[in-house]
């Protein structure tokens, strides 16, 4: 079976032997908004066109893929949803030599019945659970728009998202912030400034009010230079925690994503005392496996 | 006298008569970001040369001239301050033929002890003042950055900021938002979907959150193209809102500024029950004039 994860800014594919495991893999800029109208059967053809050459008939593809810019609109699938709701809702693409299946996004509503969709995180949702036993957790994928699953059984039972990455992105690079922040490096992780902006993320006074206080520190010289960075990225973290933990976790957390991030939000749950666990592994790669075998797709 | 407001995008002047009376003003878009460096004398010379050349020899100027990227950098003066303070912490830059005072901003320093900056402002503030009697009051200037000034006898005694415009900028125009952001349009005020932001922001669940739900309401059919921009205006002023009334603010809220954004802000304070009064006019230019009379510029 081929699997693919069709982001909104890159595609990985995978190539799963008999059993599921993952016999090679590849990566490409072809994300949805990349391509160009009609792109999609170029893309699939020069990505896995080899694979399909050379015998293999079964994809599954999960994420923005299925979305309405994407290949094929899969509509968003109701929670509490788990492997078995998510592959009979995905969608048959017959495409000559192969039968490509997208996978489903979800949707929910959260406490003020505003709805809630995700697309992609459901096939590493199904992975993260199918590893545990079935007692209710919070699972929190951190990213551009970070999402906090709460799953139990062998569902997930709802989720909410904050776009955290996002508008750091935008505060950092298009607002009077970008003067007292530095491009981002890597080491170390957190980065200075960035505990400082946590704990400020912990008192009141409202985020619109707490992010220009990093302009006045750097205008005071209280802030230094390589710390404004790390205290935005603190104060977001710190309100998206702060914001999950007062709707209501159910511990414990389990952070799964990309290895920075996860360590920026292991840092923040620890400051503000909130257990947490760190998965690690390709949940991705798992989840399609997961969905393909309900299919019998893979053995 | 020569009064100068002299901002970040523009700059408004003022030719006042002896008896601090507005004889004639003018406009220009020669804001402090948009000259070229060492700018300051032409542009000066250009607004008011024929002013000076008319026989007008004191200036006075407030606003961003006095920064650090100005024309000539005033040091913030310390809160409590009022009219005495401010004139006593002018800065003298001789220019023939006349004799040009730059006003100093204000600092002060929130409840968690970080710096707060104003420039400009202080101007408005003290013409505000003027206007009252001796009692407490919070005075909000809605803007790029929204300040809440806390008022009580002649003198500001101390004020927050709130990166509420910028901050709906970034996000109406820089993030996945801005594809359920229309262009705002003029009428009506509030627009299509700010009471229902305002709603939202009076709910917990936090911004990051809050402002995804546009999004996802956007792509479940939930929230129409023309109230988007609405809905995300009404929510982050209704978070500036909550906020400042969470730090504590002494009734009444005197709002001034820009008619339509000011119009906003009443709306949302309606939401939130507090009382609250409009001032109008050309606080700015009554300040200068304010200023100007204590240091014997104007009768």
């Not at 990349?34 to 593809?61: N, S």
């Amino acid at each position: 079976m081929i699997g693919i994860d069709w982001g909104t800014t890159n595609l990985r594919a995978w190539r799963f032997g008999a059993a599921g495991m993952v016999v090679e893999s590849r990566e490409a800029p072809y994300g949805v908004t990349r391509l160009p109208p009609g792109g999609f059967d170029a893309a699939f053809a020069e990505v896995v066109g080899e694979w399909l050459a050379d015998g293999e008939t079964g994809v599954l593809i999960a994420g923005m893929a299925g979305s309405r810019q994407g290949w094929l609109e899969v509509p968003y699938l109701e929670c509490p949803a788990g492997v078995e709701q998510i592959a009979g809702a995905t969608r048959l693409l017959p495409i000559a030599p192969a039968a490509v299946r997208i996978i489903p996004g979800l949707r929910t509503r959260d406490a003020d019945g505003v709805p809630e969709v995700l697309r992609g995180e459901e096939t590493a949702l199904i992975a993260l659970l199918a590893r545990r036993d079935a007692h209710e957790a919070t699972i929190c994928l951190p990213g551009t728009h970070t999402k906090w699953a709460h799953v139990g059984g062998d569902r997930v039972l709802g989720f909410t998202t904050a776009m955290t990455g996002e508008v750091f992105e935008a505060l950092s690079q298009h607002t009077i912030l970008r003067q007292s922040c530095a491009p981002p490096s890597a080491d170390p992780v957190p980065p200075p400034g960035f505990m400082a902006g946590v704990a400020q993320a912990k008192r009141p006074g409202g985020l619109l009010h707490q992010a220009f206080g990093l302009r006045a520190r750097w205008l005071m010289g209280e802030m230094a230079q390589g710390e404004g960075t790390g205290f935005l990225s603190g104060l977001l973290i710190g309100h998206d925690v702060a914001a999950a933990l007062e709707s209501g976790v159910s511990p414990p957390i389990i952070l799964c994503g990309a290895d920075a991030l996860v360590r920026l939000y292991a840092a923040a749950l620890e400051a503000f005392g909130i257990p947490h666990e760190v998965a690690t592994g390709e949940p991705v790669a798992e989840g399609l496996v997961l969905v393909g075998r309900r299919l019998g797709l893979v053995g």
